[in-house]
């Protein structure tokens, strides 16, 4: 039986996950974390769907069963496709959330929107993403960048500088003159390169990411379950674990939540 002071568990293939799990300790204060990244077996944009879904139901159930989650957040964009419809079947009474590309508040935020989505190979290919896509092909221009590589600079600790902003030219210039409007960004590692992102593409693009919005689904749902902490006064922690045996990931991984 789940308890009220059992920690809420933020799983990502790596450190990206912090992104949304920024955003729940700012919405949920009071509660306690356990974020999981497995660094081990990054990245998981590039690996195939069965190696992925296996993956995330390994380390899921460990948190459950192991570290006693009273919640889950899939904080990964490829794990949530590949794994999160199995792990709702598999734990039906769990209050368990996923991401998925911020793809209806750009599109909803101009007339005709023109937007980028900037996510990993795997992400693209699942169906998750094109029936999400497909929503929206009447109202905007929508332009999926596939974009191997590019977690890896936040897994390095590089958020800024020439080499990323010569990835970035490469990903980003042959849509210069396609009058974007938005940049969606669908792996929970990029957010914490908005700001070069922002640089390259210039002020007049809005980027878009779904931190919050995960962050305010598992709240609801926490809530339905009376799972969601009361006490206003408790001061919640943060555990990292990675299953990687590098000390410095954990270090890097502080770092990157207070960034």
Excluded: W
């Excluded at 999160?84 to 935020?109: C, Q």
């Excluded at 998750?128 to 974009?147: G, N, R, T, V, W």
Aim: charged share 25%; net charge negative.
């Amino acid at each position: 039986m789940n308890q009220l002071s059992d920690p809420i568990a933020v799983f990502d293939s790596g450190m990206g996950g912090i992104s949304v799990l920024r955003e729940m300790t700012k919405l949920m204060p009071n509660e306690d974390f356990i974020y999981y990244g497995d660094s081990k077996h990054a990245p998981y944009g590039t690996k195939t769907l069965e190696e992925v879904r296996a993956l995330t139901i390994e380390h899921i159930t460990y948190l459950i069963k192991e570290k006693h989650a009273k919640a889950v957040a899939v904080a990964c964009n490829t794990a949530t496709s590949a794994a999160v419809r199995i792990l709702r079947d598999m734990y039906p009474d769990l209050p368990l959330v996923g991401v998925e590309p911020a793809i209806k508040p750009a599109v909803l935020a101009t007339g005709h929107a023109k937007v980028v989505v900037m996510a990993t190979p795997m992400t693209l290919r699942e169906e998750k993403f094109h029936k999400l896509e497909s929503l929206y092909d009447e109202q905007a221009d929508i332009y999926p960048l596939p974009c191997p590589g590019l977690m890896e600079f936040v897994e390095q600790g590089i958020l800024s500088g020439e080499k990323l902003e010569t990835f970035l030219h490469n990903l980003l210039d042959p849509y210069k003159d396609k009058d974007i409007t938005g940049i969606v960004l669908g792996c929970t590692h990029y957010p914490f390169l908005k700001e070069t992102i922002q640089k390259i593409v210039g002020p007049s693009v809005t980027i878009f990411d779904g931190g919050y919005g995960t962050a305010k689904e598992l709240l609801r749902r926490l809530r339905v379950a009376d799972l969601a902490q009361v006490d206003n006064m408790r001061k919640g922690s943060v555990t990292f674990l990675n299953s990687s045996d590098d000390p410095a990931l954990i270090q890097r991984s502080k770092k990157l939540l207070n960034s």
